[in-house]
């Protein structure tokens, strides 16, 4: 009998564990649990509980501004996505509001946001609102599955310009329907989510028409319906995706559709524009609009981790190595161009330039491409276990991924140039002089508020190994590993202000597996130690440092990384930046303000000695107390130019000899820029060799 009994208990105990490691796998930003080539699999948002810092900062500044500001804007003029949405319900009268058409996706962002903020606050209102929304998002869905707002009500027909968002919208929903669900363990956002995937199944898999083929603009269903896969574990809603990878590059204008088609649609159909001139898995260049195309990459990232396309994923290392290596800005930020030309010469918006092309002053990189760039390479490292994906992940996510957040949690930008004049330098489109609190399109804060509401889910992996530590902030995790161990760590850092990070594992029992702690590429000489005796003479930069030992509860890992001030020149092919320097501390990127310089002191006259020493200091009433770089650098004064060189002759002159003088400067973390005011800035400053 008591054997019985203690049988019993022991398989109910290995089941709960397996429940749990389902469990934890569900909640997952991508639910990668059992993508077959997957070489890392996430762990559970529940999991992780972020105790201070960084990265707790801008989750609680999420929670407490963020989300309330951006519903606010939402809820109003100008976006007026509330309120299509309750009259495409019926439960309010009216008619569309011009917003933008992609509201509908940012409404479905915020619940993505929403449902990951609810995970950790567990607060009874925030829950009730979300099944408000969702419960109007139901009666606006029509009976096959199709949604899209504007479409219902003002345009009257489906499918009828391509930049209508119709696929942009359902593919949000369901990519947030899947986070919901793993968040509340509610269906009712999920459902709506099957039904818009069985609807989408339908028109685009069981009916191939050429002429539909256009609509996978802005394609984000990618993602969502691959999610949605993973989620319900219905093979068809895979099918979804792959069918619209498999159509890019189908399109021909002429042949498949005619050139009155395509005029009527948009003139990217069939183009660079839209990623759709060449086959996906025949590409070899970043090309076309910036979140067009990080968004494609995702989705197409993503399916490979279903399918094993060896084309696809070979595709995404081209692709990922020319976005890197050519085209991408010191901050991590893509879509150098307002309006361009594709390498084939197409006209695009928000565009990839050619290779080396990376303007300042003019330089687009919007705020969603920026977020869809640390997105893909988070998935990238999913597929290999590489730390140059991780690397790319970190820039972004410190620096270009959350410049657009101002520091009171309620204004944003769009665009994230890296250089900006007075007043009298007119801005390009969708700049802004100053951060603004609301806007109809009002895409890149609910990006913003969901992927910080999710950034605890980047900081670990696991694999048959063990577990990956990619990102370091002070977090408790509390997780399972593939083998069933149960593992507490515990990191306690300042990071990224501070480059010391202990990290104290709590094993259920003692176990043998790897730590694989990753040193950032930038991090040369970083120390790493086991319960302080070295593990190695320095660790390898730009790799993850295998550690495979017995643990036991208490023991400590500590890593050291450098955090001096150093700087960093561009290949010389970027001539904007020719004989330019930027400054990085740890993976933070620093910029020259205007506002901390002298009266009269302009930042184009600002130099950088080449052996500049550079003191990182804290003010607590200095930009919420972040390390502020100070040092001594040169003025170069140009007091010939007319006061405002804008229209003002003369283009060339003759260079008078002058002397520079000696400046103090202030640098400030690049994502804090301008929240003391307008202000001139700029990233790059020239070095006195």
């Not at 898995?281 to 990459?297: P, Q």
């Not at 920026?370 to 991780?390: E, K, P």
């Not at 910080?452 to 370091?472: D, K």
Request: aromatic share 10%.
């Amino acid at each position: 009998m008591k054997r019985t009994t203690l049988f019993s208990c022991c398989l109910l105990v290995a089941v709960a564990g397996l429940c749990r490691i389902a469990l934890a796998q569900q909640r997952a930003i991508i639910n990668n649990a059992k993508s077959p080539h997957s070489t890392l699999r996430s762990v559970d948002l529940a999991d992780v509980k972020l105790t201070g810092g960084f990265w707790a900062e801008k989750f609680d500044l999420v929670a407490e501004k963020t989300l309330a500001a951006v519903w606010a804007v939402m809820a109003t003029e100008p976006a007026n996505s509330w309120h299509n949405m309750q009259v495409a319900a019926g439960v309010k009268e009216g008619t569309w509001q011009r917003g933008a058409s992609w509201n509908d996706g940012d409404l479905y962002k915020w619940v993505e946001a929403a449902s990951q903020i609810w995970l950790v606050t567990q607060e009874s209102k925030l829950d009730r609102q979300m099944d408000e929304i969702i419960a109007v998002i139901a009666k606006a869905q029509q009976p096959d599955g199709y949604i899209a707002t504007r479409n219902q009500l003002e345009i009257g027909e489906r499918w009828q310009v391509i930049n209508h968002h119709e696929l942009y919208n359902m593919g949000h929903l369901m990519t947030a329907a899947c986070m919901h669900y793993r968040a509340t363990g509610k269906r009712n956002f999920l459902d709506i989510a099957m039904k818009v995937g069985d609807y989408l199944h339908r028109a685009f898999v069981l009916n191939d028409d050429p002429k539909m083929w256009v609509f996978a603009f802005n394609p984000s269903q990618i993602m969502g319906a691959v999610e949605l896969y993973r989620t319900t574990g219905d093979v068809k809603y895979l099918d979804v995706a792959n069918r619209f990878i498999d159509n890019r590059g189908k399109t021909k204008v002429g042949k498949t559709v005619t050139k009155e088609f395509a005029k009527q649609h948009h003139p990217g159909v069939g183009t660079d524009h839209n990623q759709d001139r060449v086959p996906i898995r025949k590409e070899s260049e970043a090309v076309g609009h910036a979140v067009l195309a990080t968004y494609m990459y995702c989705g197409a990232t993503d399916a490979a981790l279903e399918t094993g396309d060896k084309a696809l994923m070979a595709a995404m290392e081209r692709i990922w190595n020319d976005v890197t290596k050519r085209k991408m800005y010191i901050h991590g930020g893509v879509g150098p161009l307002t309006h361009g030309l594709s390498i084939r010469r197409d006209s695009v918006h928000e565009a990839f330039g050619d290779p080396y092309y990376l303007h300042n002053r003019i330089c687009y990189c919007e705020t969603c491409a920026n977020i869809g760039n640390g997105m893909w390479n988070w998935r990238m490292l999913n597929m290999t276990g590489d730390s140059r994906f991780a690397d790319i992940m970190e820039l972004v996510f410190y620096n270009a991924g959350i410049s657009g957040l101002g520091m009171d949690g309620a204004t944003f930008f769009y665009t994230n140039v890296l250089r900006r004049y007075g007043s009298e330098v007119p801005l390009l489109r969708s700049d802004s002089g100053v951060r603004w609190a609301g806007k109809g399109a009002i895409c890149c804060p609910p990006s913003l508020a969901r992927t910080i509401a999710e950034m605890r889910g980047y900081f670990y992996s696991t694999s048959p190994e063990g577990l990956w530590v990619h990102m370091f902030a002070g977090n408790e995790l509390d997780t399972r590993l593939q083998d069933g161990t149960r593992l507490k760590l515990t990191q306690v850092t300042d990071y990224p202000w501070a480059g010391h990070v202990r990290m104290t594992l709590a094993p259920e029992q003692p176990a043998e597996f790897a730590l694989l702690v990753r040193i950032p590429r930038w991090a040369a000489g970083a120390r790493l130690t086991v319960n302080g005796a070295a593990i190695q003479a320095s660790a390898a930069h730009g790799q993850y440092a295998r550690i495979y030992r017995q643990w036991k509860n208490g023991d400590v890992v500590e890593l050291q990384l450098p955090m001096e001030a150093r700087l960093v020149e561009t290949n010389p092919l970027v001539e904007e930046t020719r004989n330019e320097v930027a400054v990085f501390r740890g993976p933070v990127l620093y910029c020259l303000e205007s506002v901390d310089l002298p009266e009269g002191v302009r930042v184009e006259e600002v130099m950088v000695p080449q052996g500049i020493r550079l003191t990182a200091r804290r003010e607590a009433g200095l930009l919420g107390g972040v390390p502020v770089l100070e040092g001594q650098a040169l003025r170069l004064e140009r007091t010939e130019w007319s006061e405002s060189p804008w229209y003002k002759e003369p283009l060339y002159r003759r260079v008078e000899s002058k002397k520079p003088q000696p400046l103090p400067i202030r640098l400030v973390p690049y994502h804090t820029w301008a929240n003391r005011g307008r202000s001139e800035m700029t990233v790059f400053m020239p070095i006195d060799w």
